[in-house]
């Protein structure tokens, strides 16, 4: 599946005048089972995306120390009262979507002087379910959190909505980022990643199509 992925990842890259190395590939080893997690590894994959703080914690705690260079990316949403351990555990946030976690954020970043890069997450689609800055207020969120708060946004994220295009969403967040002046755009998972590569996509984020369903 790995060798798949990367074929596809460099096909992609390609078809867009592209650099493959361009591309991050984050396997999303969310709720696989260990021994997934673990063949991951042995094929020489270092760059891991979590949902949860806990679970990651109980994950890759006891692994760091035999992988120092090891990645790990918080994609899922962040509870102000897990800062203190995101910040400790992951080397990158793709999900600051609000003033409360921003602020948490770069709290706990003083104080254990871990400075993570952070993308703000978009809701492209404007879904009540789900969370992100509403595309009409990320201009003045991201001067929020960097020139007010001061932390180091590097990019967007989104997640498009399942019944809609993915395209036009990916349209639309590197429609942003480059009025931001932002380089690094997390966007496309194991359905739609190559579209993803066409429109810009820095960070990719793939779980089935890298593990296989959850069991």
Aim: glycine share 6%.
């Amino acid at each position: 599946m790995l060798a798949d992925i990367k074929n596809k990842l460099a096909k992609a890259a390609e078809l867009a005048n592209r650099n493959a190395n361009e591309v991050s590939l984050i396997a999303v080893s969310k709720l696989q089972p260990e021994a997934r997690i673990d063949s991951a590894l042995e094929a020489g994959l270092r760059i891991f995306g979590e949902n949860r703080v806990q679970e990651a914690q109980g994950r890759w705690q006891s692994r760091r120390p035999y992988f120092p260079d090891l990645e790990l990316h918080l994609i899922g949403p962040l509870q102000s009262n897990k800062a203190v351990d995101a910040v400790a555990l992951f080397d990158i946030i793709h999900t600051v979507d609000r003033p409360k976690i921003a602020r948490a954020l770069k709290k706990e970043m003083d104080k254990q002087n871990r400075h993570l890069p952070c993308f703000i997450q978009v809701n492209t689609g404007d879904e009540p379910q789900k969370g992100g800055i509403s595309p009409l207020e990320v201009l003045d969120f991201h001067h929020f959190c960097s020139s007010e708060i001061g932390l180091d946004i590097t990019g967007l994220m989104c997640i498009p909505p399942i019944d809609e295009e993915a395209a036009m969403h990916f349209a639309l967040l590197r429609t942003l980022a480059d009025k931001l002046s932002l380089s690094k755009l997390s966007m496309g998972m194991s359905s739609d990643y190559e579209e993803a590569i066409a429109f810009g996509a820095t960070h990719i984020r793939v779980g089935s199509a890298l593990f296989g369903a959850r069991l």
